[in-house]
């Protein structure tokens, strides 16, 4: 096992630091501009020069984090300050509000309808101020967090096209990033209002979109946690919520929370039993609870984020458990991953692979694909496999 781990890890960490990186060091960053294309094809050229901001703030989250928690490299900082004083100088509107979109210069293109443009910019910033030390960047993390919390009953706000009173529903992509963002910003934040304000939170996702007789995490309830028969109401997305059980597992650690730990791993199991392709391996990107056809066509396709939400989890869930089901879960989506995924010609991940694990798109980032998921799971995951390892 001690050897399995070390191979794990190092297959990770050179992944990350001989691959991935430099495959987004060289293409990504704009010099004239600023900040960083996100829409690059097989080989790193850029086919679209237009700049989302959940993006932007990725890309400068991720460099941050690294700096913070993997190596203080001065190219890492540098290359976070590119993102952030683009950000900082064209990503929000009069009011304080992140954009969706900018073209190349900054200027905007898509109005701020989506509050997960603000999760990602106090992300960003937060992390960048830790890194930085820089004052400005920790006030705007902390005006685009109050954003957060001031938008997050009616997040689209004048944007959302529902009909407001005829079908309330609430989604779990929200609650699921607040987790993630009280995580991020604790350094930052009062230790009793994120304990108290993540416990709330905690109990949201796991008894209202936790469906205890399935064990499955539902995209969207009513208010009252019910359940409604129509399309987004039988909606699973099996990696959001494999990636929110892993959220709430880590925090449940921080917190010597085993019950709770190990409930997050039931339902990540769970998810992943439903969702698996017994047909042709892989994971489903979207399911019908009823098994009816569902209203994204892409229902069927295996995305690289998915994959690697999983193999997150499952190492996190055997690292705090112990349990044998998800060792042997996590070797079997590694093995479906690894052999599919990757681009050994050109470096770094397809994003897009059809049914039967083919690539689908040549590209390796868009306008939903950037410098986020790949690099964060390689640098969790060698920090995982070296924790296990030690403990061996």
Not at 187 to 194: G, I, K, Q, R, S
Request: hydrophobic share 40%; charged share 25%.
């Amino acid at each position: 096992m001690k050897d399995e781990l070390a191979k794990l890890q190092k297959l990770y960490t050179d992944t990350l630091l001989d691959d991935v990186l430099p495959f987004w060091m060289n293409h990504s960053i704009d010099k004239e501009c600023g900040g960083y294309f996100t829409c690059l094809d097989r080989d790193g050229s850029v086919y679209d020069t237009d700049k989302f901001i959940w993006l932007q703030c990725r890309e400068t989250w991720m460099f941050s984090v690294l700096y913070n928690r993997f190596e203080k490299r001065s190219e890492w900082l540098e290359t976070a300050r590119h993102g952030a004083d683009f950000l900082r100088k064209h990503g929000k509107d009069e009011n304080g509000d992140w954009y969706f979109a900018l073209d190349r210069a900054g200027d905007p293109l898509v109005q701020p309808y989506n509050v997960l443009s603000d999760c990602f910019a106090a992300m960003a910033f937060s992390q960048y101020a830790l890194a930085s030390g820089n004052e400005e960047a920790k006030t705007i993390a902390k005006q685009a967090f109050d954003n957060v919390l001031r938008r997050k009953d009616n997040p689209k706000g004048k944007y959302t096209k529902a009909y407001p009173g005829t079908r309330p529903m609430k989604a779990f992509a929200l609650p699921m990033m607040i987790s993630s963002l009280f995580s991020e910003m604790e350094w930052m934040l009062p230790a009793d209002y994120t304990k108290s304000t993540l416990t709330g939170i905690i109990e949201e996702v796991m008894n209202d979109f936790v469906d205890r007789d399935m064990g499955l995490i539902f995209e969207y309830v009513t208010p009252d946690a019910k359940h409604i028969d129509c399309f987004d109401g039988r909606l699973i997305n099996p990696g959001h919520g494999i990636e929110g059980m892993w959220f709430i597992m880590d925090i449940a650690h921080k917190r010597n929370d085993t019950a709770l730990v190990n409930r997050c791993t039931d339902v990540a199991l769970s998810i992943l039993n439903y969702a698996w392709d017994e047909k042709y391996g892989g994971i489903f990107y979207f399911m019908d609870t009823k098994g009816r056809p569902t209203q994204q066509l892409e229902w069927d396709q295996k995305l690289w984020w998915v994959h690697l939400e999983t193999l997150i989890a499952m190492a996190m869930g055997y690292h705090l458990t112990g349990r044998k089901e998800c060792w042997d879960w996590y070797k079997k989506v590694h093995d479906y991953a690894w052999q599919r995924f990757p681009d050994a010609e050109y470096g770094e991940w397809f994003g897009y692979l059809n049914r039967q694990g083919e690539p689908h798109l040549s590209l390796k980032g868009g306008k939903w694909k950037g410098c986020f998921h790949l690099p964060r799971a390689l640098m969790i995951g060698s920090r995982l496999f070296k924790e296990m390892n030690e403990k061996v």
